[in-house]
């Protein structure tokens, strides 16, 4: 996703029917700009979480070929999610993930979901449609009027944000439905 001057704000909401939403999606201007994918997403931390524990996150992440890491820092209080964030690419998701434990941070915990990404001329934001195993999200991201604008146009209100993390979600599901909780990842290929 991108940032704007380096803090990233966005929304998550919980979709019923991705599929409809997808249509107003596009009724609404909006076209694919990157084809649904597969994302396979690995959160590293140290043993005693410092880093959650300072409400930060780094993240590596691939998406076929493309790697990115990723550091998040403590989110800002508002209707929205935000936090700084900065993200670049890496040449060998094999070699930072050794780097990265070498350093002493250790791979805790690891989700997947299937994106497809959503832009539109003279827009600001961007709309992405998340398939996970939890079920399917919404995610609008940009300026906090550019998403309450969006969501509205899309038949969302901030009553439906949703500010966790998809760790976060993972866990509330595992919860709420009595499962014990590893990682957020598809017990089989989706199509």
């Not at 992405?128 to 209100?157: C, H, K, M, N, Y």
């Not at 760790?167 to 919860?175: A, E, F, R, S």
Request: proline letters at 4%; hydrophobic letters at 35%.
């Amino acid at each position: 996703m991108s940032t704007q001057a380096g803090l990233e704000t966005e929304v998550k909401i919980p979709l019923a029917d991705a599929a409809a939403v997808r249509g107003q999606i596009e009724a609404v201007g909006f076209r694919v700009s990157v084809a649904r994918s597969f994302e396979s997403n690995t959160i590293y931390d140290t043993a005693d979480q410092a880093l959650r524990q300072a409400s930060m996150l780094l993240r590596l992440r691939q998406t076929g070929a493309r790697c990115v890491v990723t550091w998040k820092g403590p989110g800002v209080p508002g209707p929205h999610k935000s936090r700084p964030e900065i993200e670049t690419t890496v040449g060998s998701l094999e070699s930072l993930d050794g780097i990265l434990r070498q350093l002493g941070y250790l791979p805790l915990f690891r989700y997947e979901k299937y994106r497809t990404e959503f832009t539109a001329a003279h827009e600001t934001g961007s709309i992405v449609l998340d398939e996970t195993p939890i079920g399917d999200f919404l995610e609008l991201e940009g300026t906090g009027d550019w998403i309450d604008e969006t969501a509205q146009r899309l038949g969302f209100s901030q009553q439906d944000y949703v500010l966790e993390s998809y760790g976060k979600l993972y866990l509330n599901h595992c919860v709420k439905h009595d499962l014990h909780h590893s990682h957020m990842v598809f017990a089989k290929a989706v199509l």
